[in-house]
């Protein structure tokens, strides 16, 4: 399937080498690198900014997906936009206004997406179906790389699958699906039939000393 999308979360690769990374998991087949950023206030880790973003970016051509996991969203969105970011996403219960933080993410030139924790309602998704470019459900609580994908996502996938079907049936514009937590190689059909489209994987991916292997045989699993 041409319309899928494998977005290695570097969160699981090495920081020390992360050109390089970045370099390598585009190079094994990897269409986006996805970038988590955490504050230690919406979530209880630290991870990367804006000058990570920029560092890497002459690494590769590929799109970065940035995903906010910080409160407040607003100051960032421009700093990411600068620091050549293609993609961003922000959970809305951190945001006081969250049709203004999508316009400021269009407007700087990216592609604007809602982030939904695992007992996050998708009500979100009421008045701004057509401002956004992409919806990403957490499959694990969001903080950490490693933990196990918790299966009721796979029921709000669907009902999220429902949603995008219902607005272009509308005359809407296309949305992606994006899932993110626990994806794996033995996972990664059944997070596809209930209507994912995006793929985020970290441990998955970067725990693997061949990353060309896991990402053929996660397509594999998708085109079976
Ligand atoms: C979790 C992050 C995920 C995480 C995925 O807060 O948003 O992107 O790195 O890692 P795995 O694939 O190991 O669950
Ligand atoms: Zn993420």
């Avoid at 699981?12 to 955490?38: C, K, N, P, Y």
């Avoid at 920029?54 to 997906?65: E, L, N, V």
């Amino acid at each position: 399937n041409h319309d899928i999308r494998i977005a290695p979360s570097i969160l699981s690769a090495d920081f020390a080498r992360l050109g390089q990374e970045v370099q390598d998991v585009i190079t094994a087949g990897a269409d986006w690198i996805h970038f988590d950023v955490m504050d230690n206030h919406y979530v209880p880790n630290l991870t990367i900014g804006p000058m990570v973003c920029q560092a890497i970016r002459p690494y590769t051509q590929a799109p970065i997906d940035v995903h906010l996991m910080v409160e407040p969203v607003d100051s960032l969105i421009p700093m990411f936009a600068k620091a050549g970011a293609n993609i961003i996403t922000f959970h809305p219960e951190a945001s006081k206004h969250i049709d203004r933080s999508l316009a400021l993410i269009r407007d700087h030139g990216c592609q604007a997406g809602l982030v939904f924790n695992p007992a996050t309602s998708l009500h979100y998704l009421d008045y701004v179906m057509d401002k956004i470019d992409i919806i990403l459900l957490m499959s694990v609580n969001p903080g950490f790389g490693g933990q196990s994908f918790i299966p009721a996502t796979l029921d709000k996938i669907r009902a999220t699958r429902q949603r995008i079907q219902d607005h272009q049936a509308k005359g809407g514009q296309p949305i992606r699906l994006e899932v993110d937590g626990g994806i794996k190689v033995d996972n990664i059909a059944e997070v596809y039939a209930a209507g994912a489209d995006t793929f985020v994987a970290g441990s998955a991916i970067f725990g693997q000393k061949d990353y060309a292997n896991v990402i053929a045989k996660m397509r594999a699993e998708i085109a079976k």
